[in-house]
């Protein structure tokens, strides 16, 4: 049954159009603006907790600007990077600086400094906590605040509720609220995970020509766990 998730065709990919903003619609008006080259700000911080959406902004910005033509890196800080550009850049994403040691805290101090000297690239970063709360050294926690600090909120539960009935009913099919609760309630909680969990139903039900309930999805959960 494991095989029902693996085969399920992978999420689209992350962009400005395909987040869904909840509370954060300034913010996605904000780098809207600035893809388009319609706002001048030049360094933005982003922070909140896991499966806030953090991730997709940057990946939709930096493909927002290879689509116009434009050199664009993305960053994850996971792998400790050695933040070579190689070359000049017009957008930098620098994702979830929370995980950065000591050496790599330098290397992304110097980048911050040589783009803000350059005065060209737009640099946008992300971390877990506000910029001021950043266990690192604070040399870096100061730039990274100098721009503009944006909190990401993640969805409420009514908001992805409705998230996923308009998914659904793209399949084809309706999705009640209990349901809709019951996913809430077990397993992860993102809205990629949900939609994914939601794909993986939508087959299971097919397969066995069965209705979709909370006792068919239950029984999907326990074959995948």
Known sequence: MKQLLLDIKPPASPTLENFLPGRNIELLQKLENIVLQQDQERFVYLWG???????????????????????????????????????????????????????????????????RDKGRAFFLASGSVAAAQLPMRQDLVTRLGWGLV??????????????????????????SQEICHYLLSHGRRDLPSLMTTLDAL??????????????????LLQGVS
């Not at 907790?49 to 994850?76: I, T, W």
């Not at 909190?151 to 099919?173: I, N, P, R, W, Y």
């Open 202 to 219: 939508d087959r299971y039900a097919l397969v066995n020509k069965r209705r979709i309930t909370v006792p068919l999805l239950r029984e």
């Open 49 to 115: 907790g896991l499966g806030c959406g953090k991730s997709h902004l940057l990946r939709a910005v930096v493909d927002a600007y290879l689509e116009k033509n434009l050199k664009a890196v993305y960053f994850s800080c996971q792998n400790q990077p050695e933040f070579f550009l190689g070359e000049a850049v017009d957008c930098v994403a620098i994702d979830d600086v929370s995980y950065l040691d000591a050496s790599a805290q330098v290397r992304l101090f110097n980048l911050y400094n040589q783009l």
């Open 150 to 175: 944006y909190q990401v909120h993640e969805l409420t539960d009514e908001e992805k509720m409705q998230a996923m009935k308009s998914h659904a009913a793209e399949c084809g099919f309706d999705l």
